[in-house]
């Protein structure tokens, strides 16, 4: 941490130079402040296929690690292409014979019962999420599970009033659904996956990601409570194999993925001879763009949150900063003061502002990244921070003197690693926050209303923030354009891609 | 002694010019007798890659225009075709002696007429159909918008070359799209004279491009072409996956119809707003509300 001979010099204000502020550096600690609450795991989860849990045929597990410590929570099932083929047995059987007849006003009260199922759970689910993932404690709560809740009880409004979907035309449900989901909010891609689907009238193969399976499982405990007829939510765990079966399978009329824009493509390919629907939703590398006229001090909370919000892993992450020129000194110095007070450590310390990474490998990927950033000349700066010595954690970092042709602004990190640039015009900004194949989402902060309106316009990306950033609502469709995949979801929008038009 | 007709050199219409292919080939094709009637560009991949960048540049600028000046320029076309309802008729027969046959082109350029008309009014209108202000949890105006993708590859169906071909590409344009479009390969000479007609219903130049060729030469390109950002077309199995393999590697949107489902392109179903939606982007974007 900071000590007290770098800080200003406290003497009267002078233009031009940063106000005095308080640093206390490392003068007091915080004490620990962990969350408690039970995660109520078990042992180990069983593969959940129509209303039930079933062991494997293979007697096959796999370890789910906390990323925080490196300890095993629990043994994961893992689905063979038998149970896959089970799985979507019995997605048939319940679209053909339960959920696809059912009238629109009697799902929407199962899927009202699993909002509010999870809202009862919500702190147990929110241990459980940080335990399984490494986000910190204070996201999971706060954010992802009443944004989960959320989501089903929003699209549970939507089952009877379908006919307001799509104007002028009837809709139908597509049958049967084949979805894999990436591990960075693991909770909610379950709720943004399966509420739309289910509320259209759709039943569901779902398969998590590998390192975090145990919240899915847990939310298939929910929907056994629930009483979700069987067959209509199925869930099947393993890594990319599992996920080639289910997205590969002949039964699913749809496949929705969420997940890297290289998998994306894969799949894609693999589906190329077929009539399958799909949606993706793949990779970002966003622009987040601050003009000179910018409320400063706020801009800077939201790079914060855009870049180390989840550590980074966040497909819409605000990875590449385009600040306008004459306030580019002061932002980088805003920045790096503002990054020293971020607490990195322990995900359940309700007081953490940056976890665990999910994964070896992905830390792995971070390092390499962050080294070619440092090889190809772009000048690093990480706060003096220490962690922990079990678990796999990364600094928040930053990166000044980057150009667009770095591989640090090109290439998705999905990582607490941020790269910034500068611009001097408008058109600048634009031409350089463009310059990507992605097209996830972007960031404009200026005081100026018609500027806005203008950036957004131009900004080649689904979601905008202006003045914010990383905001989210069930009633808000997201998306990409570009190669960061096409369809939305969440909003009316994200409807219109389960289902058919009759 | 009778006076010998000048006959038309047949061109396809890219960026606002008309233009014989790169290759300087052409390809003939037969009236309805079976006398040649005239050469046709037989375009190749080059083609489509310039036309593409017509098309690119003169994107930006239709966009812009404004929604009712797109909507009166898709009316015009559909003024300009009427008056020349006559001689496209005979575009389509080449010379068809059976009043059959002429009954239908003249049906076809009818319905092609009414599609613009169609899509023409709804060009102010979609967008109030399609987005909406979104009520977050939270203090922000948050509202979804649509915008073009940018340059959308056609590939027209054999079946009602001109109906066909305008149904694709009308969709695709009224919001602001730019479109290149492989004409039907067996009745190509339609779309040669509705590049004329397009020249002169104050479409600016680049907007629609046509090109008259072979499948097989030129639908891998449409396939491969990273800056076509859609492709709606008709297409055989073969082609179908083809296209949709190219379109894995830069996340293209694909809109096929099958070649083998016999589309019925005068049905009222054949124009509707989704058709419009197919070359949209939905936006959404958040603002606090504050002071």
């Known amino acids: ?116 199922l999870l809202q009862d759970r919500a702190r147990e689910f929110a241990v459980a999420e940080t335990m399984d993932g490494g986000k910190p404690i204070k996201e999971s709560r706060d954010f992802d599970v009443p944004m989960a809740a959320a989501h089903f009880f929003y699209h549970a409004g939507w089952a009877d009033k379908l006919d307001y979907v799509a104007p002028g035309r009837r809709v139908a449900p597509l049958g049967v659904m084949g979805q894999v989901i990436p591990w960075n909010f693991p909770l909610l891609m379950c709720a943004w996956k399966l509420a739309p689907a289910l509320a259209m009238g759709n039943c569901v193969v779902l398969k998590p990601a590998e390192t975090t399976s145990i919240t ?25 194999e599992t996920g080639a079966a289910v997205m590969g399978h002949r039964i699913p009329a749809k496949v929705a993925f969420t ?244 | 002694m009778s006076r010998l007709p000048i006959t038309k050199t047949p061109k396809v219409y890219v960026g606002g010019a008309f233009i014989r292919s790169e290759s300087a080939r052409v390809f003939p094709i037969r009236d309805a007798a079976g006398h040649f009637f005239a050469n046709i560009p037989q375009c190749t991949r080059k083609d489509l890659r310039n036309a593409v960048e017509a098309a690119a540049k003169a994107g930006p600028g239709w966009a812009k225009r404004t929604a009712y000046n797109r909507g009166q320029i898709l009316y015009r076309l559909g003024e300009m075709l009427e008056a020349r309802a006559v001689e496209m008729t005979s575009a389509i027969t080449l010379g068809a002696p059976s009043p059959a046959r002429v009954r239908a082109a003249a049906r076809e350029v009818a319905a092609t007429v009414d599609r613009l008309i169609y899509y023409a009014g709804w060009a102010d209108k979609y967008e109030q159909v399609l987005g909406n202000v979104n009520p977050v949890a939270a203090p922000y105006f948050n509202f979804t918008v649509t915008e073009p993708m940018g340059v959308v590859g056609v590939i027209a169906p054999d079946a009602a070359p001109l109906l066909g071909l305008v149904s694709l590409l009308a969709p695709a344009i009224v919001s602001g799209n730019t479109v290149v479009a492989l004409a039907s390969e067996t009745h190509p000479y339609a779309a040669i004279l509705l590049g004329e007609m397009l020249a002169t219903s104050d479409l600016p130049g680049g907007v629609v491009n046509l090109l008259t060729g072979f499948r097989r030469e030129i639908v891998p390109t449409f396939a491969t072409h990273t800056h076509l950002r859609a492709i709606s077309g008709v297409a055989k199995a073969d082609e179908r996956k083809a296209l949709k393999l190219g379109a894995a590697e830069s996340v293209k949107r694909t809109h096929l119809l099958k070649a083998e489902a016999k589309t019925d392109w005068f049905a009222s179903r054949a124009q509707s707003l989704e058709a419009i939606r197919d070359t949209l982007e939905f936006k959404t974007t958040w603002h606090p509300i504050g002071a």
Not at chain 1, 33 to 50: G, H, M, Q, V
Not at chain 1, 216 to 240: C, F, H, R, S, Y
Not at chain 1, 337 to 360: E, F, H, W, Y
Request: hydrophobic fraction near 40%.
């Open chain 1, 259 to 502: 997940g890297s824009t290289e998998v994306g493509k894969i799949i894609m390919r693999s589906l190329a001879g077929t009539d399958k629907k799909m949606t993706m939703e793949l990779g970002g590398k966003a622009a987040n763009i601050i003009f000179d006229d910018a409320p400063l001090d706020q801009a800077v909370e939201g790079i914060i949150n855009g870049i180390f919000f989840n550590q980074g892993h966040v497909c819409c992450a605000g990875s590449r900063l385009l600040v306008h020129e004459p306030v580019a000194g002061r932002v980088v110095a805003k920045l790096k003061q503002r990054m020293k007070v971020l607490r990195v450590g322990d995900p359940l310390d309700k007081n953490t502002d940056i976890g665990a990474i999910n994964s070896k490998e992905q830390l792995t990927r971070i390092t390499a990244l962050v080294k070619s950033g440092v090889k190809e000349g772009a000048g690093l700066f990480q706060p003096a921070c220490t962690l922990p010595a079990k678990g796999w954690y990364f600094p928040p970092t930053i990166f000044t003197g980057v150009s667009m042709s770095h591989r640090i602004a090109r290439e998705e990190i999905f990582g607490p690693v941020l790269s910034i640039l500068t611009f001097r015009t408008p058109e600048e900004a634009v031409e350089k926050a463009n310059n990507t194949a992605y097209g996830l989402s972007a960031g404009v902060w200026t005081d100026k209303g018609s500027r806005i309106l203008k950036m957004s316009t131009e900004l080649k990306a689904g979601v905008v923030w202006a003045n914010t950033y990383n905001k989210f609502d069930p009633t808000s469709p997201f998306g990409g354009y570009k190669e960061s995949g096409f369809g939305r979801e969440g909003g009316r929008q994200g409807l219109l891609d389960y289902c058919r038009l009759v």
């Open chain 1, 1 to 116: 941490m900071a000590s007290l001979n770098t800080l200003p010099k406290f003497s009267a204000r002078r233009p031009g130079r940063p106000a005095p502020e308080l640093i206390f550096g490392d003068l007091w600690t915080y004490d620990p402040a962990p969350e408690t609450a039970d995660p109520k795991l078990k042992a180990r989860y069983e593969l959940f296929i129509n209303g039930r849990f079933i062991a494997p045929k293979s007697g096959k597990y796999f370890n789910s690690i906390n990323p925080a410590n490196e300890q095993k929570l629990a043994e994961i099932a893992l689905a063979g292409p038998a149970e896959v083929e089970a799985a979507y047995r019995a997605a048939q059987r319940a679209f053909d014979t339960t959920w696809g007849r059912m009238p629109g006003a009697e799902r929407a009260k199962y899927l009202f019962r699993i909002a509010r």
């Open chain 1, 216 to 240: 899915a499982l847990k939310l298939a405990e929910i929907i056994q409570d629930a009483d979700l007829p069987p067959g209509v939510v199925n869930i099947v765990t393993g890594a990319g």
